[in-house]
């Protein structure tokens, strides 16, 4: 919890987040991603000055509970001092002990906020999905609570100005916004307007120019000119290198992932990112490109053929390519 200290912003956590979502895919079916498609309502976690601590605490989390479609949890709520926002025991259940800092004990409407992680963290325990180190786990735990629903209250808990400022979870708010965004693209719902923060619609916004980037790059239709130019240089020269004379990676298939210098040039200067594609031949050698699903993130192989329409095997999203 970053309480009037300096606040990160920018994407420093996306390959992990965006590893977060993929993990998610690979654990739930689909049809219980779909049960999610409806956000925790902001009249069901909101609090009042005037609402007794314990009760409304203890109402709070069982609307994130039920939210999260955990029936038989039971969350004892209280207070203390400490340096992070919150902290919950995983047991067996069904009672989950969860102990708030004492901060919201005057910040009463951001308990919503600190609660929506804290079940995260038993849904994810239910459902045995978890990273390796703590520093993944808990940026799992944030990708989580947002895309299923309750993670606009974490990004609304931000606040900053030139004096002070506060902010819940492991992810910056750029990339709360980005997974907000990706989960408002995949359920049209706009998460915004229940936003009290200006600096969280900021956030979003920001999040929301990344997540579209996912959907606009190629081979996907919906790239832009500079990308499809690119695309179409990195084939020519795959194509070009599927000849007796290029490498071969260890498991004997020609190395043909496009040019060498693509994203560090010879000369030392940084150049461009590595593109999100790849290409490689096939077990008869013809040649395929992989490339993200702008959902899900599990990458997808496709022939080069031209146009094509793909369904992702694993978020069943149907997206339109030009190989």
């Not at 290409?279 to 496709?302: E, K, M, N, Y």
Request: one cysteine or more.
């Amino acid at each position: 919890m970053a309480n009037g200290g300096p606040v990160e912003h920018g994407f420093p956590h996306l390959e992990t987040v965006r590893a977060a979502i993929t993990a998610l895919y690979k654990r739930l079916p689909y049809d219980t991603v779909q049960m999610f498609s409806a956000s925790v309502a902001p009249a069901g976690v909101a609090f009042c000055d005037t609402d007794d601590l314990y009760l409304g605490a203890q109402r709070v989390a069982r609307e994130i509970v039920g939210h999260f479609r955990l029936p038989d949890a039971r969350l004892i709520v209280g207070f203390r001092e400490m340096t992070h926002a919150a902290n919950v025991e995983l047991t067996a259940g069904p009672e989950y002990f969860v102990e708030l800092n004492d901060r919201f004990r005057t910040h009463r409407g951001d308990i919503g906020a600190a609660l929506a992680h804290e079940v995260a963290h038993v849904y994810l325990h239910r459902i045995d999905l978890a990273f390796p180190t703590t520093a993944e786990n808990e940026i799992l735990t944030d990708t989580v609570t947002a895309y299923l629903g309750a993670g606009w209250l974490r990004l609304d808990a931000f606040r900053e100005d030139g004096v002070s400022s506060q902010k819940l979870g492991y992810l910056t708010p750029e990339e709360f916004g980005y997974v907000l965004a990706k989960r408002a693209l995949l359920f049209h719902e706009d998460p915004s307007a229940w936003f009290t923060s200006p600096q969280a619609y900021t956030a979003y916004a920001k999040g929301m120019a990344r997540a579209r980037r996912d959907e606009q790059q190629p081979p996907l239709t919906a790239a832009g000119w500079a990308g499809r130019r690119r695309y179409a240089h990195d084939r020519r020269k795959a194509t070009e290198g599927r000849d007796t004379s290029a490498p071969r990676s260890p498991s004997g298939r020609r190395q043909t992932s496009g040019p060498r210098d693509a994203s560090v040039p010879q000369n030392g200067t940084v150049g461009p990112p590595a593109p999100p594609y790849s290409f490689d031949p096939d077990s008869a050698g013809h040649l395929r490109v992989s490339f993200p699903c702008p959902t899900c993130r599990q990458r997808i192989r496709v022939p080069v053929r031209g146009r094509v329409r793909v369904r992702c095997g694993l978020c069943r999203t149907v997206l339109e390519c030009d190989t």
